[in-house]
C-alpha cells in the first residue's frame, strides 16, 4: 500500500465559457505559454502561437494529437468548443451520409455525435498526461430554469453544446 500526502502537481483542465466579446480568448491567452487551435478565427487579434483554423474534424484532432506527441507549448487551447462541435457534426453527418444531425432518426445521430466528441475529450486526456494545461472556451446563451418544487423561474448560462455532449465533458 502506497500512501501519499500533500499537493500532487499536475497539468489543469480549464472550461471557460461566456457570452460574445466577453474575453474568453484573451482569458485563455493569460495561461503559461499557450497555443491556440481556433475553430471560428477569433483570435487575429492576440499575440499568441496558433495553428491554422481546422477545417475539419480531423485536422482538429491531428492538431491534438500534434500537441501530445511533441509538447509544443505548455498550455492547449481549443477556442471554442461549439465550432469544434460543428465539426464534429459535420463528420459525423458526412460519414453516414446525412444532411443533418437530425437526419439520423431519434436520437441516433446525437449519440453519434457524443461518442465522436468523446475522442477528442480522451485525447485531451492525453495531452494532460503529458504535463500540458488544456484549456477549452465554449460561448454559452441564456436559458430560463425553472424548479420542480419551487416557485417562478430564473434565467441562467448554459454552455453552447448539444446537451449530450455537455454531459459527456463533465
Known amino acids: 500500500m502506497n500512501i501519499t500526502s500533500g499537493v500532487i502537481p499536475s497539468a489543469q483542465k480549464v472550461i471557460v465559457y461566456g457570452p460574445e466579446g466577453i474575453g474568453k480568448s484573451t482569458f485563455a491567452s493569460k495561461f503559461p505559454d499557450p497555443l491556440f487551435s481556433d475553430t471560428e478565427g477569433s483570435t487575429k487579434k492576440l499575440n499568441i ?96 430554469f425553472e424548479q420542480p418544487d419551487e416557485m417562478g423561474a430564473y434565467d441562467r448560462y448554459e454552455m453552447k453544446l448539444t446537451k449530450l455532449v455537455v454531459f459527456s465533458a463533465t
Not at 491554422?52 to 481549443?78: F, G, H
Not at 453516414?96 to 475529450?121: M, P, V, W
Open 49 to 144: 502561437k496558433r495553428f491554422d483554423a481546422p477545417s475539419s474534424w480531423e485536422m482538429l484532432l491531428q492538431q491534438v494529437q500534434y500537441v501530445r506527441d511533441n509538447i509544443p507549448c505548455k498550455t492547449y487551447v481549443i477556442d471554442t468548443a461549439d465550432w469544434a462541435e460543428k465539426l464534429c457534426a459535420q463528420a459525423v453527418c458526412a460519414a453516414h451520409k446525412k444532411q443533418s444531425i437530425a437526419d439520423f432518426g431519434y436520437g441516433t445521430g446525437f449519440t453519434y455525435l457524443k461518442d465522436e466528441f468523446g475522442r477528442l475529450l480522451n485525447l485531451l486526456d492525453e495531452v494532460i498526461s503529458k504535463g500540458i494545461n488544456v484549456v477549452i472556451t465554449a460561448h454559452s446563451y441564456l436559458r430560463k
